[in-house]
């Protein structure tokens, strides 16, 4: 079978290069504009009816202009024939609108004494077009009615009013007289369709302008931005000086900020860098230095003695020179961030660690005539001869003694440097023990030794790099001065820290050899 090509996830640093798809100008559009139109089409729609009504009422008062002068005009003759008065001028100024489809209608029906009108009685028209569409119900005398309907196939608004007139001549005599004015509904539609054009390019002139404004306001907001990334694209790759955030908008102030403060960080790491580069080079100069001085001397050399004895000088400076690199290989992974954090962190026994240390340097400590002892966090006490038939960390013992939020290895690193400096410093037939117990929400591994000590003052130096004590307590230097820096670089890293201290007492400041403590926090479960 041909293995198919398993896809890889993109990693967040490419996940992070690739530009979001809407910008701030796209998101604050999206945002105001469907809110900013709702409100307008709120607001139009509200006074598109409050104009429609206001024409409407406008064009049913001038319809009702003639129909109440036309029932001003309505008189009962001697004769006792209903007539209008003046129609002529009436119809002349009705026409003088110039509008189309206009009528007018006077007609008039008898309503027999005693009794009253009947609606399909015939009527008399006195004026105007018979046959315009009447009032769906009979309105009440003296109330004018407006309605819409349709005539000779056009449709209408048409105001009609119903009065009762009274002959006094011929008393008990009275007639029902009905007017009505009706016109073509074209122009009222093309004002409301006007009104509502004028309202529609308004409401869009105002979209417009807003979205104008907040481009122009991000565009000027930005700006600053824009300088600071033309700066960043300008200055030289090499070039750590912390941005100016002078100009920036006060909620991009915190960004500027933040990437000021990455800015110094690394800046400070590429000084640590550099420095420890100088410091590691310097450091390897000198032994391949005497390497090399070695080796000449043993070519030249003719006797054998001699020559062997040069050999085994420059396997000890060799041995010597291997130890200070890998020192310098675990400071510079004790100084170093990890990429990823674990999805789970690791836990660790203390307990478990500090013996298999025991046990991995009592071989050295027998060479030197030193007694390296024990002391159990469950209590046993022992001097590294009961190994229970294990030798490896953890084998035959209750797992999670001291459990601790931190990685065995730099753990095992740490507690390797504190035994290795102790069976350095102490002189022979001198006692080093190595105690593991709990502390309240602490673990403590304790290395204490019977050398000369570290005077207070000098305590926090030899924690420095390539620092080595040349104290009268401690005699001549030895080492590379790497041992106790790595041993903090690891336990801060998982969260402890060492300290040093009298082995006896902390208030005899030059005596009783030294205790160098690991305090780390114990894991919860």
Known sequence: MVPQPRSTPSSPAKAAEQPQRFGIRARLLALLLP?????????????????????????????????????????VASDGSVRVQEPFSIQAMFDSTRLRYKYLHVGVQRIPKGGTLDVNSPETTLMGVPGLPRPAQRPPDGTPVFYDAVHEQHPVRVAALRQTVYDTVHPGVAYSVLIQAAEGTGPRTEAQAETLRQELLRDTRTVLVMALLVWLGVAWTLRPLERLRRSLRER????????????VPREVAPLVDAVNHHIAGHRRMVAEQSQFLADASHQLRTPLSILSIQAGYAVRETDPARMRESLHA??????????????????????????????????ADLNAVARAVVLQYLPLARENDQDLGWVDARGDVGDGDDTDGTDEAGEGEDPLVLPVAADAAELHEVLSNLVHNAIKYTPRGGNITVTVRRETAHAIAEVCDSGPGIAPDR?????????????ASTGAAQGAGLGLTIARSYARRNGGDIELANADTPESPNGGGLRATLRLPLRAF
């Open 35 to 75: 809110g900013i139109g709702a409100l307008l089409a709120l607001d139009s729609w509200n006074d598109y009816r409050a104009l429609t009504e206001s024409l409407v009422v406008a064009y049913d008062q001038s319809l009702l202009e003639p129909v109440q002068a036309l029932a001003n005009g309505i008189v």
């Open 236 to 247: 030289p790759r090499d070039d750590l000086t912390p941005l100016d955030a002078g100009g």
């Open 314 to 347: 420059i396997v000890a400076q060799l041995a010597r020179t291997r130890r200070l690199s890998e020192q310098l290989l675990a400071l510079a992974h004790a100084t170093t961030e990890s990429e990823a954090a674990p999805a789970e962190p690791p836990v």
């Open 459 to 471: 305590r926090e130096s030899v924690f420095e790099r390539f620092h080595r004590d040349t104290s």
